[in-house]
């Protein structure tokens, strides 16, 4: 019988957050310790947590807030000044695996070329949710490489997510979506730039409001609120709410003026999000799959077992072989560091797997080899950095420097 639903909350809570400490001491992701919890506590090993529309629906709140506090760590200036670089490493730690995975997982599986793609894509995209937990591990934010890897994964991410539009719908609707997309995206970006452009003049104009206020909270709801409805705007032109939270994120950086009031900002959002909405969004995607090993045919597990080393391989070397010509000052410790951060698998993944999943496009099997495929991609992505040192401590004025001066490198 299952429990129900604070009884599950609990439950998964508890199990991923063990789960992954026990990750972290070994120096692995939380994120795959959080999924192989929620794995283990799923119908595919023990049944304990059964999943639910109610479970459902808290997944759906806690990637909202996951992509929308990452937003929130961003600014448009990762896209913009170096998008030449940022899209080569697109290129090669992305697009590139995926063509040759996605041929390999319709040779191999005996899945359609649609679900072949869409289980491919869901499998080779770097995610931002944890390559910038990396990015910070290895003291690489104030730093060149950094702004790279960054602008990378954000341009990857959101073109997986226009590659699930243009598979999931037919094509004259697609269109429409895609058109519609890059405008609104072009209006954010715009957006942006202006409210940072008036920072300053807005945060005054708040705090001559909150006198009058009775509640000194009530910055963090309308926060919330423009969050949602940003999200629920994305959601409403057919595109995922995933990108409208992380946009709204941005947007949110750029109105928050000051290091005191942002450091306010985003430890209150840091704290419930990573002690929270990650370790619990994370346990109920690993709940979420079922791996029937009656299904599970010889053929098949040695083909996901193919796909799996073929979507780290040519990610990895691909990527190190690009950022010995792209990054400043390289060296091979670097080049490495930059190739293993691009390997980490995260809630972009998850989510596009489980919007294709819902869509219809994929099968359940397919839905489970891609959790699976997360947790052995991201665990042997730490194993790769292994060695490389944490490097540096950022120098802030050579750092600002080189981040000014990135546009020249274009």
Not at 25 to 39: E, S
Not at 113 to 135: D, G, K, N, R
Not at 201 to 223: D, E, F, T, V, W
Request: hydrophobic fraction near 55%; aromatic fraction near 10%.
């Amino acid at each position: 019988m299952p429990f129900e639903i604070i009884g599950q909350v609990l439950i998964i809570l508890a199990a991923t957050i063990i789960v992954g400490e026990v990750f972290e001491q070994f120096d692995l992701p939380a994120v795959a310790g959080a999924l192989l919890a929620g794995l283990i506590l799923g119908p595919t090993v023990f049944g304990i947590i059964q999943l639910s529309l109610q479970l459902s629906a808290i997944e759906s709140i806690s990637l909202f807030f996951i992509m929308f506090f990452i937003g929130m760590g961003m600014r448009t200036e990762l896209i913009t000044k170096s998008i030449s670089k940022a899209f080569s490493f697109s290129v090669a730690s992305f697009i590139l695996p995926l063509i040759f995975v996605s041929s390999l997982a319709y040779l191999l599986l005996g899945f359609g070329s649609t679900e072949s793609f869409a289980m491919s894509l869901a499998i080779t995209v770097p995610s931002i949710s944890i390559i910038s937990v990396l990015v910070r591990r290895y003291k690489l934010l104030d730093k060149v490489t950094g702004y790279f890897i960054l602008s990378s994964v954000i341009l990857t991410d959101i073109l997986a997510f226009v590659l699930l539009i243009f598979i999931s719908r037919p094509f004259s609707s697609a269109e429409t979506v895609l058109i519609e997309t890059g405008i609104l995206i072009f209006i954010i970006i715009a957006a942006e730039k202006i409210v940072r452009r008036y920072a300053k003049g807005l945060n005054k104009a708040m705090r001559r409001i909150k006198p009058l206020l009775k509640s000194s909270n009530i910055a963090y709801g309308i926060i919330l609120i423009f969050g949602f409805f940003l999200a629920a705007l994305f959601n409403y032109i057919g595109i995922t709410y995933i990108v409208g939270a992380f946009f709204a994120g941005l947007i949110v950086h750029s109105i928050i003026s000051g290091r005191s009031a942002y450091g306010r900002v985003t430890r209150t959002f840091g704290r419930i999000t990573d002690g929270f909405f990650i370790p619990l969004f994370f346990g109920i995607a690993g709940a979420s799959a079922l791996l029937d090993y009656a299904d599970m045919s010889i053929k098949i597990a040695i083909g996901v077992a193919v796909i799996i080393a073929a979507a780290i391989v040519s990610s990895y070397t691909l990527t190190h072989k690009l950022s010995s010509k792209i990054i400043p000052g390289s060296y091979p410790k670097k080049n490495r560091r930059a190739a293993g951060i691009l390997s980490g698998r995260g809630a972009v993944g998850v989510a596009i797997a489980i919007i294709a999943l819902d869509a219809g496009i994929i099968s359940s099997l397919s839905y489970s080899i891609i959790i699976f495929a997360t947790v052995v991609i991201s665990i042997i992505a730490s194993i790769l950095l292994r060695g490389v040192g944490a490097g540096q401590k950022p120098d802030k004025e050579k750092a600002l420097k080189d981040i000014e001066s990135i546009g020249e490198w274009d």
